[in-house]
């Protein structure tokens, strides 16, 4: 299928070339046109605007926050400038479920089709097609988007007709990995401090009760104190939580543990810790019972 | 092996029947002697006194709490009185680490040996033999204790020599537990107020990032909202956070996140599920978010 | 001196009539008109829309929330548009900092200055000219409006010469007292639960070092349980929450006690507390010990 | 009045001073006796055990600690042996509930009077003679201690026959002390980081709303970020906490801003902050938003 592909950072270019892999045609358009061209090489085509990788018919957009996708969509160069009626776009970022209905309203009103498909996975696994897709929005739209998400997924997970359930059942899942983490970071801090190997603690939960994925990469990040370099960094695991948090406030659901953990991403902020990987806030239990804190990031280059 | 077993609640007695099952002589004592009499058809033998279980050369204690610890292992008619000289003492309680400590001081200076072995696993777990033992004391304790371990467990975590660490990891263990409890109530709550089908969320969940046990079986019982029978009551939870909070206080560590279930927990037992299944802590996640109590617990009979 | 004044909710209409009894001329603005029509009795004029408020060359505002103020200050019949050259508003809504900086912004770019002044005190305090003002603008802005808000206050606190540090100090003195509920709440649960006499215990704190209206005022209110009718509602308070809790975002300071306010809040909300006083999230910690909710609060008509 | 007076630590010495100042007589005992011989000067005798100081026939007590108390009270040469029958002890510390309805119970069966009157103030106010006192006992024992109270307290507060109630008051006390040392830790974490003029923020506070003893000497201890010498040590805080939330579990009454405040306090100590003023737990929530540690203490010599 001939797709455009819009946002090619480190997660967005693992997912065009599982596309690519996948016998797909990809005009790829990234803000800083390097990144773009960089897949020429994989065969992708190189698109000058999003409205250029939407005429494609099917658009595809993996952007960091609500910000960037409203960026590239309005306006005559954008995308839903570009692409036809009766169009689709297939939106794999996470961003607040408010987002996803206006997106979805916006691309109604133009005859276009709109699927919300946010992805768990962490560059490595976006890189090897293995992302787990979850997917929200008109039957028909998750028919034609099928080939593509299951290109770039092990597995998709259809959870409705409305595109913001895909939005908030991701947030949920990401505030379920931070409640892990932070749940990991206790427990380790205190039997460290207690004298237990925190290895061998951390082998019997992975290898019993918490045979989990979840546990297996933040236990070891954290076992390790290695956040760098990031699989998602920490200001964008704070604005997810943020999102998580405006949503119990819309829905008049209190979330203490996620409140918890927004002091804590805002604390590993005022750290210095922006450019770590997320999981970096569960330093602060360490820091907290004593430890000094984290030897400052090497600048990104 | 002859061995003595003390305490025949719903976890002890699937355990010590997992012992005859495995070929061992059991002698069974028990504070209400009918239930260590329903035993008899299954092949244990019955003691009049701890003592008397204990003169088995080796014995394992199956008790609620430090204080049923304590009432069996003093006194002439007690555990440490019958024991002989060389013997051993195999804890599977969940206790304090200092009462461990406690405990192995004093069968030391009685000649005797003395090995921590909690372990993780809910009454069908093990009926089934096929709990997970995290054990830690003498080397030569260890291997004396295995062939009984290895009956009443699908496997063992040897975590040092030092008794107190098996204790510490255990609480924390369970900790985690009631961190996903929480998580798992918190997401529920928002993601099912929202109108997100909660049963495909979970699926979503224990299918990719927390495929393990504690997911599934938690998961479960908040989803369909039922804490009746308890695998484990709420009273015995709150009982091993405090003492994971006091092991907290004692290494000076902060624990927000036990603190947090702390509160919790407090709150169901002022609502009156202190004859639920610890679980249902969780449930006030939805009470927070409007939904009405619990119905009052059928009387346990 | 004659003075625009828009927005005559509860505390508005106090305010507006201390400036009268004061000897200034009101003009008075209000969405819905007969609240300001009420005001001629009291020797008011009252104008058609808030330009013709503005015309008076200073206007004061007291609205409830960010929108509120944007919704009266733009457009042709907007506040802006009616403020001549080098007149001033005078915002006495409690708003966030950075309304504030933009709305002074705007009014500099029209050759207006603007004052932030927001107020701390209750409907009976404003009707009675006691309120305690926090003000924050240029020194010349606040020469001019000192007349107006000696009528309304009985002291006025000057911060500084950028606006949104008055917006901000507001906040953070409404925290102040979110957080003195919250205190009062859980001491005066476990007291009343424990059979020491309340009352008995409110005095002690009252007469000793807890001395101050804020202790006096909450405490009785949640001693007797009556949060009708509302000083401030709870709608208002949480979003006066939400907006000190953004700020600890954009400075990335954590403040895990205005988060348990947040989480106290919306429980309050989701069991139908919001007609209520804002104190009445105090209550929850009388429901988490047991206690039942509160009665539906009476329909406000 | 004839009375016997252990414990002359910090804020012993300067009750016992009081009652001499007020005409009483006073034996002394302190367990480094030195401190017991500087108050010879004042016209103090000295008794050589707790048993000899019990013999005036009315004896107070002001130790930091539960373990404390114990450890005079019982024994050949403790308060107990040497107090006569129908004599008096009046218990001005900070307990725990269940060690003064114990220690009542101890006093009762003896044919002795047993008060709790613990008081509120730091050493300062204690040599000024101007504590509050909350007492609680049979009516007669308050009469009798009343010219003794009077002596070393502003005011007297009765709360009621048991004993039990006077500790939890004061523990009550306590932590609204905490929690206002934390709220004001908060807001000027935010407010100084903002830019906005701590001191002159602090002084909108305890000129208005917050215009109580409590704000004024906590906000200018955490305003200045000094700690040392201390008034009340952050160890015997964290053990008013702890006691505070044992209640709360005794009580089934969740007490989230407590468990707050211990973590903060269980942080602190982590850092080293034990030989500093309890109000030193505050300066976390400037660390959580970037500060530097607190230097080290000095040793306390």
Do not use: C
Not at 69 to 82: C, F, I, S
Not at 211 to 226: F, Q
């Amino acid at each position: 299928m001939r797709v455009g592909f819009i946002g090619l950072g480190s997660m967005g270019r693992g997912m065009a070339e599982s596309l690519l892999r996948g016998g797909h045609e990809v005009v790829a358009w990234n803000r800083t046109r390097e990144r773009a061209e960089a897949l020429r090489g994989a065969g992708a085509a190189v698109a000058a605007t999003p409205a250029e990788a939407a005429r494609a018919g099917v658009v595809l957009t993996m952007l960091s926050d609500d910000r960037a996708v409203e960026a590239v969509e309005g306006g005559p160069d954008g995308l839903r400038a570009g692409l036809p009626r009766g169009g689709l776009h297939v939106s794999l970022s996470t961003l607040a479920p408010e987002t996803v209905t206006r997106l979805a309203r916006e691309h109604a009103a133009a005859g276009q089709d709109f699927l919300a498909a946010p992805v768990f996975g962490r560059p490595d696994v976006a890189a090897a097609g293995k992302l787990n897709v979850v997917a929200a929005g008109p039957k028909a739209a998750l028919e034609r988007a099928r080939p593509l998400l299951d290109a770039v997924g092990q597995r998709v997970f259809p959870v409705g007709e409305d595109p913001a359930q895909a939005a908030l059942v991701k947030l949920a899942g990401n505030f379920m990995l931070t409640a892990a983490i932070e749940a990991l970071a206790e427990a380790l801090a205190l039997v460290g401090k207690a004298g237990v190997d925190r290895a061998r603690f951390l082998e019997v939960l992975t290898e019993t009760l918490f045979a989990a994925p979840a546990y297996r990469t933040y236990g070891r990040a954290l076992l390790e104190g290695r956040f760098a370099p990031p699989g998602f960094t920490l200001p964008l695991g704070a604005k997810d939580n943020r999102l998580f948090l405006q949503a119990g406030e819309r829905h008049q659901v209190p979330l203490p543990l996620a409140s918890l953990v927004r002091d804590r991403m805002l604390a590993a902020l005022a750290r210095g810790y922006g450019g770590l990987d997320w999981a970096a806030f569960g330093h602060l239990a360490e820091e907290e019972a004593g430890a000094p804190p984290l030897p400052p990031a090497e600048p990104r280059g």
